[in-house]
Protein backbone atom coordinates (compact mmCIF):
# COMPACT_ATOMS: atom_id res chain seq x y z
CA UNK A 1 0.00 0.00 0.00
CA UNK A 2 1.74 3.20 -1.13
CA UNK A 3 1.95 6.54 1.90
CA UNK A 4 -0.83 7.97 -0.34
CA UNK A 5 -3.44 5.35 -0.39
CA UNK A 6 -2.71 4.60 3.66
CA UNK A 7 -2.92 8.29 3.67
CA UNK A 8 -6.30 8.30 1.74
CA UNK A 9 -7.91 5.36 4.24
CA UNK A 10 -6.71 7.02 7.44
CA UNK A 11 -7.53 10.75 6.83
CA UNK A 12 -9.64 11.55 3.88
CA UNK A 13 -9.66 15.23 4.62
CA UNK A 14 -5.49 15.40 5.03
CA UNK A 15 -5.27 12.91 1.41
CA UNK A 16 -7.50 15.46 -0.41
CA UNK A 17 -5.01 18.89 0.94
CA UNK A 18 -1.85 16.25 0.22
CA UNK A 19 -3.23 15.65 -3.37
CA UNK A 20 -4.10 19.62 -4.03
CA UNK A 21 -0.74 20.86 -2.94
CA UNK A 22 0.94 17.86 -5.09
CA UNK A 23 -0.95 19.11 -8.04
CA UNK A 24 -0.46 23.19 -7.54
CA UNK A 25 3.14 22.11 -7.16
CA UNK A 26 2.96 20.21 -10.74
CA UNK A 27 4.31 17.02 -8.76
CA UNK A 28 1.90 14.87 -11.24
CA UNK A 29 4.13 12.09 -10.71
CA UNK A 30 3.49 11.96 -6.47
CA UNK A 31 -0.43 12.06 -7.08
CA UNK A 32 -2.67 9.30 -6.03
CA UNK A 33 -3.56 8.27 -9.53
CA UNK A 34 -6.36 5.66 -8.25
CA UNK A 35 -8.12 7.47 -6.12
CA UNK A 36 -7.69 11.05 -7.52
CA UNK A 37 -9.50 9.37 -10.42
CA UNK A 38 -12.52 7.58 -7.88
CA UNK A 39 -13.04 10.57 -6.11
CA UNK A 40 -13.36 12.78 -9.62
CA UNK A 41 -15.55 10.25 -10.75
CA UNK A 42 -17.65 10.30 -7.43
CA UNK A 43 -18.34 14.24 -8.24
CA UNK A 44 -19.62 14.21 -11.31
CA UNK A 45 -21.98 11.21 -9.89
CA UNK A 46 -23.23 13.52 -6.47
CA UNK A 47 -24.10 16.29 -9.61
CA UNK A 48 -26.35 13.68 -11.30
CA UNK A 49 -27.91 12.45 -8.23
CA UNK A 50 -28.58 16.42 -6.64
CA UNK A 51 -30.61 16.47 -10.05
CA UNK A 52 -32.46 13.65 -9.11
CA UNK A 53 -32.69 14.81 -5.50
CA UNK A 54 -33.90 17.98 -6.42
CA UNK A 55 -36.64 16.53 -9.28
CA UNK A 56 -38.22 13.91 -6.96
CA UNK A 57 -39.51 16.82 -4.46
CA UNK A 58 -40.87 18.87 -7.42
CA UNK A 59 -42.55 15.55 -9.11
CA UNK A 60 -43.84 14.61 -5.57
CA UNK A 61 -45.88 18.33 -5.30
CA UNK A 62 -47.01 18.29 -8.97
CA UNK A 63 -48.24 14.98 -8.14
CA UNK A 64 -50.08 16.11 -5.34
CA UNK A 65 -51.64 19.08 -6.74
CA UNK A 66 -52.88 16.81 -9.46
CA UNK A 67 -54.28 14.00 -8.08
CA UNK A 68 -55.65 16.21 -4.85
CA UNK A 69 -57.29 18.55 -7.90
CA UNK A 70 -58.87 15.48 -9.43
CA UNK A 71 -59.35 13.20 -5.93
CA UNK A 72 -58.96 15.40 -2.90
CA UNK A 73 -60.22 18.88 -2.95
CA UNK A 74 -60.11 19.35 0.25
CA UNK A 75 -56.19 18.13 0.91
CA UNK A 76 -55.58 20.98 -2.36
CA UNK A 77 -57.43 23.81 -0.62
CA UNK A 78 -55.26 22.73 2.76
CA UNK A 79 -51.93 22.71 0.94
CA UNK A 80 -51.93 23.67 -2.64
CA UNK A 81 -49.70 26.65 -1.93
CA UNK A 82 -47.40 25.10 0.40
CA UNK A 83 -46.90 22.58 -2.59
CA UNK A 84 -47.00 25.11 -5.15
CA UNK A 85 -44.07 27.24 -3.19
CA UNK A 86 -42.17 23.61 -3.09
CA UNK A 87 -42.37 23.18 -6.91
CA UNK A 88 -41.20 27.33 -7.42
CA UNK A 89 -38.44 26.46 -5.31
CA UNK A 90 -37.41 22.67 -6.63
CA UNK A 91 -37.37 24.38 -9.92
CA UNK A 92 -35.06 27.18 -9.08
CA UNK A 93 -32.71 24.59 -7.38
CA UNK A 94 -32.97 22.36 -10.43
CA UNK A 95 -32.32 25.62 -12.52
CA UNK A 96 -29.08 26.26 -10.53
CA UNK A 97 -27.87 22.58 -11.17
CA UNK A 98 -28.21 22.65 -14.43
CA UNK A 99 -26.62 26.60 -14.82
CA UNK A 100 -23.66 25.11 -12.84
CA UNK A 101 -23.78 21.86 -14.99
CA UNK A 102 -24.63 22.44 -18.66
CA UNK A 103 -23.48 18.92 -19.50
CA UNK A 104 -26.60 17.64 -17.04
CA UNK A 105 -28.56 19.12 -19.52
CA UNK A 106 -29.11 15.71 -22.01
CA UNK A 107 -29.64 13.59 -19.08
CA UNK A 108 -32.63 15.40 -17.73
CA UNK A 109 -35.14 13.02 -19.61
CA UNK A 110 -33.43 9.73 -17.04
CA UNK A 111 -33.61 11.87 -14.16
CA UNK A 112 -37.18 12.88 -14.51
CA UNK A 113 -37.77 9.09 -14.86
CA UNK A 114 -35.56 8.28 -12.00
CA UNK A 115 -37.21 11.23 -9.89
CA UNK A 116 -40.52 9.95 -10.74
CA UNK A 117 -40.27 6.51 -9.32
CA UNK A 118 -39.86 8.04 -6.14
CA UNK A 119 -42.05 10.88 -6.34
CA UNK A 120 -45.02 8.55 -7.18
CA UNK A 121 -44.52 6.81 -4.27
CA UNK A 122 -44.01 9.60 -1.65
CA UNK A 123 -47.31 11.43 -3.32
CA UNK A 124 -49.18 8.37 -2.95
CA UNK A 125 -48.09 7.62 0.38
CA UNK A 126 -48.58 11.72 1.62
CA UNK A 127 -52.29 11.82 0.34
CA UNK A 128 -53.16 7.96 1.97
CA UNK A 129 -53.77 6.75 -1.40
CA UNK A 130 -52.62 3.26 -3.13
CA UNK A 131 -49.72 3.65 -5.30
CA UNK A 132 -50.78 1.60 -7.99
CA UNK A 133 -53.82 4.25 -8.50
CA UNK A 134 -51.08 6.87 -9.38
CA UNK A 135 -49.17 6.50 -13.08
CA UNK A 136 -46.19 4.23 -13.85
CA UNK A 137 -44.27 6.77 -15.76
CA UNK A 138 -44.26 10.13 -15.99
CA UNK A 139 -47.70 12.05 -17.18
CA UNK A 140 -45.26 15.40 -18.23
CA UNK A 141 -42.63 15.57 -20.53
CA UNK A 142 -39.16 16.70 -18.99
CA UNK A 143 -39.42 20.26 -20.32
CA UNK A 144 -42.69 20.92 -19.21
CA UNK A 145 -41.24 19.69 -15.51
CA UNK A 146 -39.01 22.32 -15.87
CA UNK A 147 -41.02 25.46 -16.99
CA UNK A 148 -42.00 27.82 -14.53
CA UNK A 149 -44.93 28.75 -16.65
CA UNK A 150 -46.73 24.86 -16.05
CA UNK A 151 -49.00 23.80 -13.73
CA UNK A 152 -51.01 20.80 -14.29
CA UNK A 153 -53.90 22.06 -12.98
CA UNK A 154 -53.79 25.55 -14.38
CA UNK A 155 -52.08 28.57 -13.08
CA UNK A 156 -50.73 28.55 -9.26
CA UNK A 157 -52.78 31.11 -7.13
CA UNK A 158 -50.99 34.00 -6.28
Given at each position: MSQHSDLYDRDFYAWTQQQAALLEARQFDALDLPNLVEE?????????????????????????????????????????????????????????????NPSLRPTVPHAVADAYAVARLEAAAALGIPDDTVPATCPWRPEQVLDEAFWPVGEPTP
Open positions: ITSLGKSEQRELVNRLSPLLEHLLKLTLAAERLPHDLRRAGRLWQMTVKTQRVKVAQVLRD
